[in-house]
């Protein structure tokens, strides 16, 4: 058996063990500090340190490693200090996998007319009481720092479609000298993360122990209390991610790629993408962009797609996805099955007794009908939002595990291999 053990230099704590290659896809295990993730995967989508409607135990047993949280909701809301206050994202939501946060960066330009970009950053008011906010690259990291997720992304442009050349470019520099002022402050300021402090359990209540440390885990445990994370390397800390810009254009893509990794970064994403071109370009920039990153580290393809999308991308050679889709459209009762889209609101299913997947194993679909998930679904029952998201994840996930095996099985060493 071959195993290509390629690491990247100590002290950063993430790395990329590749275990097969097909092509220019590749499957391996992703080390962070909460633990590994196998590779291609798949992020849910928690935006608001939760992923709507499926508890931790139900996204732990559905196989989730990693999950994706935004920078922007958890910096208006609970708001930076009472998450780092609580000993990071890991143990406020009492999650011991790795997350993923993304800079803030995409929400904020989403904001449109709520928003003024400067070489200083942005300015922009909260979508949700109108205040008034500015984030720079360095303050991006300082929030990122203090919800302690595994990987941290840089702040960067996401460069408006369509774009001409010039703007393109004038985005993507911005970009770059801001993945520069990401990294310095990070490097500084890395040893912040607020794994090791300590953390406060309970509140001021009478009786009340004020401060215990993590290393009281076990006893915290038995006592009922929220589970804590401990990273499962003390010495490891989190991983900076640069984003590659330039727009639809390929050799701004090239550009990018190459100043970005000329900065220096443990993984790389491509960011800019599925903001409103045709899926044949977004093929194209993927393919073109991916060329020029190195094939040690890994590769995040930022904000896509359908499972087909994600299947294709994932064969491509990327290595890590997150999309809103199969969460948000499992809210809006549409589902992801071997037979193609459902609309479960359809009448058609009212009498349908049949699983909502026959080629399904999920929860879901081993146990209710179409017609009880048309049913909750009409009649707004809040199962229905939490049967649907559980089926679409569970759906997107056996996504990358068949590619996964498909890698693998491709592999010329595939016996020795474990099998997923
Ligand atoms: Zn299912």
Same mark, same amino acid.
């Given at each position: 058996?071959?195993?290509?053990?390629?690491?990247?230099?100590?002290?950063?704590?993430?790395?990329? *063990?590749?275990?097969?290659?097909?092509?220019?896809?590749?499957?391996?295990?992703?080390?962070?500090?909460?633990?590994?993730?196998?590779?291609?995967?798949?992020?849910?989508?928690?935006?608001?340190?939760?992923?709507?409607?499926?508890?931790?135990?139900?996204?732990?047993?559905?196989?989730?490693?990693?999950?994706?949280?935004?920078?922007?909701?958890?910096?208006?809301?609970?708001?930076? /200090?009472?998450?780092?206050?609580?000993?990071?994202?890991?143990?406020?939501?009492?999650?011991?996998?790795?997350?993923?946060?993304?800079?803030?960066?995409? *929400?904020?330009?989403?904001?449109?007319?709520?928003?003024?970009?400067?070489?200083?950053?942005?300015?922009?008011?909260?979508?949700?009481?109108?205040?008034?906010?500015?984030?720079?690259?360095?303050?991006?990291?300082?929030?990122?720092?203090?919800?302690?997720?595994?990987?941290?992304?840089?702040?960067?442009?996401?460069?408006?479609?369509?774009?001409?050349?010039? +703007?393109?470019?004038?985005?993507?520099?911005?970009?770059?000298?801001?993945?520069?002022?990401?990294?310095?402050?990070? /490097?500084?300021?890395?040893?912040?993360?607020?794994?090791?402090?300590?953390?406060?359990?309970?509140?001021?209540?009478?009786?009340?122990?004020?401060?215990?440390?993590?290393?009281?885990?076990?006893?915290?445990?038995?006592?009922?209390?929220?589970?804590?994370?401990?990273?499962?390397?003390?010495?490891?800390?989190?991983?900076?991610?640069?984003?590659?810009?330039?727009?639809?254009?390929?050799?701004?893509?090239?550009?990018?790629? /190459?100043?970005?990794?000329?900065?220096?970064?443990?993984?790389?994403?491509?960011?800019?993408?599925?903001?409103?071109?045709?899926?044949?370009?977004?093929?194209?920039?993927?393919?073109?962009?991916?060329?020029?990153?190195?094939?040690? *580290?890994?590769?995040?393809?930022?904000?896509?797609?359908?499972?087909?999308?994600?299947?294709?991308?994932?064969?491509?050679?990327?290595?890590?996805?997150?999309?809103?889709?199969?969460?948000?459209?499992?809210?809006?009762?549409?589902?992801?099955?071997?037979?193609?889209?459902?609309?479960?609101?359809?009448?058609?299913?009212? *009498?349908?007794?049949?699983?909502?997947?026959?080629?399904?194993?999920? +929860?879901?679909?081993?146990?209710?009908?179409?017609?009880?998930?048309?049913?909750?679904?009409?009649?707004?029952?809040?199962?229905?939002?939490?049967?649907?998201?559980?089926?679409?994840?569970?759906?997107?996930?056996?996504?990358?595990?068949?590619?996964?095996?498909?890698?693998?099985?491709?592999?010329?060493?595939?016996?020795?291999?474990?099998?997923?």
């Amino acid at each position: 058996m071959i195993y290509l053990w390629l690491e990247y230099n100590p002290p950063v704590p993430l790395r990329l *063990q590749i275990e097969a290659t097909r092509g220019s896809a590749r499957t391996g295990k992703l080390i962070t500090p909460h633990g590994e993730v196998e590779t291609p995967v798949f992020m849910p989508v928690g935006t608001l340190a939760s992923v709507k409607g499926v508890s931790q135990d139900v996204l732990e047993e559905l196989g989730v490693e990693i999950l994706l949280a935004n920078t922007y909701h958890l910096y208006l809301r609970p708001g930076v /200090e009472t998450v780092r206050q609580m000993g990071g994202l890991h143990r406020f939501m009492s999650w011991e996998r790795a997350i993923l946060t993304d800079s803030g960066g995409f *929400q904020v330009f989403s904001l449109n007319e709520l928003r003024k970009v400067s070489e200083e950053g942005v300015a922009f008011r909260s979508h949700l009481d109108g205040s008034p906010h500015f984030l720079s690259p360095e303050k991006a990291m300082e929030i990122q720092i203090g919800l302690g997720a595994d990987v941290i992304m840089a702040f960067d442009e996401c460069t408006e479609y369509p774009a001409e050349t010039h +703007r393109a470019r004038a985005s993507m520099e911005l970009t770059l000298r801001w993945a520069e002022r990401c990294k310095s402050y990070f /490097e500084e300021h890395r040893h912040e993360v607020p794994w090791g402090r300590k953390v406060h359990v309970g509140t001021a209540a009478p009786g009340c122990p004020g401060e215990r440390n993590l290393a009281d885990v076990a006893e915290l445990r038995s006592a009922g209390q929220p589970r804590v994370a401990v990273p499962t390397r003390p010495e490891a800390t989190q991983a900076l991610f640069g984003i590659v810009q330039g727009g639809m254009d390929r050799g701004l893509r090239r550009e990018s790629a /190459e100043r970005t990794i000329d900065i220096g970064f443990p993984g790389y994403a491509i960011g800019g993408l599925s903001v409103g071109e045709p899926r044949a370009v977004t093929r194209e920039i993927v393919e073109s962009t991916l060329e020029h990153l190195p094939s040690n *580290q890994p590769r995040y393809l930022m904000g896509v797609g359908t499972p087909e999308e994600i299947a294709q991308y994932a064969q491509l050679g990327v290595d890590m996805m997150d999309c809103v889709l199969p969460t948000r459209a499992a809210r809006h009762g549409l589902l992801f099955t071997s037979e193609g889209k459902i609309s479960i609101k359809q009448a058609r299913y009212a *009498q349908d007794e049949s699983a909502l997947d026959p080629a399904c194993d999920c +929860r879901v679909c081993r146990r209710y009908s179409r017609a009880y998930l048309r049913h909750l679904y009409a009649s707004n029952e809040l199962l229905a939002q939490v049967l649907n998201t559980v089926h679409n994840l569970y759906y997107y996930l056996a996504t990358m595990r068949t590619v996964r095996a498909w890698v693998r099985a491709g592999c010329v060493t595939a016996p020795g291999v474990s099998r997923a």
